[in-house]
């Protein structure tokens, strides 16, 4: 059978290399010939991966072939078999074909693959079309990011990363929510309150100094209904974007901001852009949005002047089936600065790209609503990730209540565990700068794949034994699996080695193969968790491609091999896998130590 992988590499010219895609468009080829012979024309049926590699590489059920071929599923899955075993030639990417029931499986021609592999350039997704605008945390600038949240900027940052692996234009965006009451209690709680009377600080941080101005603040408005009518002036100030209350506001939830990024950024976590909610309102888009919905067909009106759509027939059963977008007196809510804020993506991106929003469990209902107002307007909605809270042993957490477990203290205790544990393996040989730093990108690093591994929707309760496991499934395991290949390499290199280029100097062998098939499966794993926005994949993946090569490390020396040829063959190998395991640091935003 002519190859497909050759015309595949020519056609992706510089736009990525994908080895594993071009071996499986030959398998492709192969079955569409042979559903042709069998007169079929019709939709092949996707192909899939078997459970257990000794069924094969890839499989592809036939039940859907059942109704136009007449025929029951495991005779179709016999024919085709034998038809695609007829065009099966020595040296081509399929090995080996085999009918097991209903389903025909394929084995991709190992040595093959793995020569392309190590002879081919580094493994990379094509460029995709169009621009990606994720939005993630925008946590209110009212005080410290508790763990409760952490999943956020964890979940939203690990995305962002992974869509750049998979080829997307990305822009990482922070809406800033400036016009609300968390903020409108910040500024007042800094006007009024002495610090002389609050308690001491939890840390020299600024935003640890200003919560306790909010939560006193809060404290007082629940006492105090005079307070209560001075935020709420404040709240109905802001929210027609008041310019010079606005501009006294924005330097207290600023400096508060500064600390929360200061936190984010030790996570790895940044942002392209900041969207100011007041902007909306300056700008007109609220107006604008404000007065397209009142042309709706679903717009009503209460009694007392409130605007509402009527969303029964998509929310029934929900607990609110009216999204209301004006108060009484006309003004905005938040949900219609929201309404206007994807508006304003929508044709910030264009109608290639992709609007992705990363949001707490609890916001369900609120993002569906605004998503029916936003169909309604015509405009696209967004995709959502929704994430359930990251809990420890002590509870659920509240930031008005005081009753929190900050970030901060997760990220500092994650490293001190860290440091007991890379003391324990290198405190005798390692200097004390490289121990204290080892250990941050060690803590933190298990902090964000213990989040991520797990998948959004699935609760949390976070655990150190799992997240500083060297042995398991967690940062630490990948991030020595890296160290040890770095300090292989370093080893060659100082005994004159270096990985070769061009054609191998010996066959690949199965350990080849199998770590090879590892290595291949990359570029689709990123751009399979870019698609379903599902980070956990990827950290599935990680695990893998590090186990796959502590076994390959395990079996097959390199400096130590006596065979020039064999042990040229497995440098490149070791490069190789070196290198995914780079690539699959970045894109979970783990910190890549040659030396651990």
């Not at 309604?376 to 929190?404: C, Q, W």
Request: hydrophobic share 45%; charged share 25%; proline share 5%.
């Amino acid at each position: 059978m002519k190859s497909t992988r050759q015309r595949f590499h020519r056609r992706l010219g510089r736009r990525g290399v994908d080895v594993l895609r071009a071996f499986q468009a030959a398998a492709e080829q192969a079955l569409d010939e042979a559903l042709g012979a069998l007169g079929y024309h019709g939709e092949r049926p996707h192909l899939e991966v078997p459970p257990d590699a000794a069924m094969g590489d890839l499989g592809m059920p036939c039940f859907a072939l059942a109704k136009a071929l007449r025929k029951a599923p495991h005779a179709i899955a016999a024919e085709l078999a034998a038809a695609v075993a007829a065009r099966v030639t020595a040296g081509g990417d399929i090995a080996k074909v085999a009918a097991v029931g209903p389903y025909v499986n394929l084995w991709l021609d190992g040595p093959s693959l793995a020569t392309a592999v190590l002879t081919g350039k580094p493994l990379e997704a094509a460029a995709k079309p169009g621009k990606v605008l994720l939005e993630h945390t925008s946590a209110n600038p009212n005080g410290p990011l508790h763990v409760g949240r952490a999943r956020n900027p964890i979940l939203g940052d690990t995305l962002a990363r992974i869509l750049r692996a998979a080829g997307h234009d990305v822009e990482v965006q922070y809406y800033m929510d400036n016009l609300g009451r968390q903020v409108a209690l910040l500024y007042w709680g800094k006007r009024h309150i002495p610090a002389a009377s609050l308690p001491l600080a939890a840390r020299d941080k600024v935003d640890h100094d200003l919560v306790r101005y909010y939560q006193a603040a809060n404290d007082r408005m629940q006492a105090d209904a005079a307070v209560a009518d001075e935020v709420k002036e404040l709240v109905a100030r802001l929210e027609t974007a008041d310019a010079a209350l606005l501009a006294e506001v924005r330097e207290v939830y600023e400096a508060c901001f500064s600390g929360m990024q200061e936190s984010l950024r030790r996570l790895g976590v940044r942002y392209d852009s900041i969207k100011d909610e007041s902007d909306l309102v300056a700008s007109g888009d609220v107006e604008d949005t404000i007065r397209r919905l009142q042309q709706s067909a679903r717009a009503s009106r209460e009694d007392d002047g409130a605007n509402y759509l009527d969303m029964a027939d998509e929310l029934q059963g929900s607990k609110s089936t009216k999204f209301y977008f004006t108060r009484r007196d006309g003004s905005s809510v938040y949900a219609t600065r929201d309404v206007a804020y994807h508006k304003w993506k929508a044709e910030l991106v264009g109608p290639e790209g992709r609007l992705l929003d990363v949001l707490g469990e609890d916001h369900r209902l609120q993002a569906l609503q605004v998503g029916i107002a936003l169909a309604e307007l015509g405009h696209r909605r967004p995709d959502v990730v929704f994430y359930a809270f990251v809990s420890l042993p002590t509870g659920k957490m509240s930031t008005r209540a005081n009753r929190v477990v900050f970030l901060d203290d997760l990220l500092d205790e994650a490293v001190e565990r860290a440091d007991v544990a890379v003391r324990q393996r290198r405190g005798q040989e390692l200097p004390e700068d490289d121990l204290r730093r080892i250990a941050e990108a060690v803590g933190v690093a298990a902090v964000r794949f213990n989040i991520a591994k797990v998948q959004p929707e699935k609760p949390i309760q976070f655990r150190w034994e799992e997240a500083l496991d060297f042995e398991g499934d967690s940062a630490p395991y990948l991030m020595y699996a890296h160290a040890r290949a770095a300090s292989l390499l370093r080893k060659a290199a100082e005994a004159g080695l270096t990985p070769g280029k061009g054609a191998l100097t010996a066959p690949p062998g199965d350990g080849e193969v199998q770590l090879c098939k590892a290595i291949a499966r990359f570029v689709q794993t990123v751009e399979d968790a870019a698609t379903r926005a599902a980070p956990h994949r990827v950290c599935a993946y990680a695990t893998e491609l590090a186990s796959a090569f502590n076994e390959y490390y395990r079996d097959h020396p390199v400096v130590a091999c006596e065979d020039p040829a064999v042990q040229a063959l497995r440098l490149r190998a070791v490069a190789a896998a070196d290198a995914a395991l780079v690539a699959v640091h970045d894109a979970l935003g783990i910190p890549v130590l040659d030396a651990m």
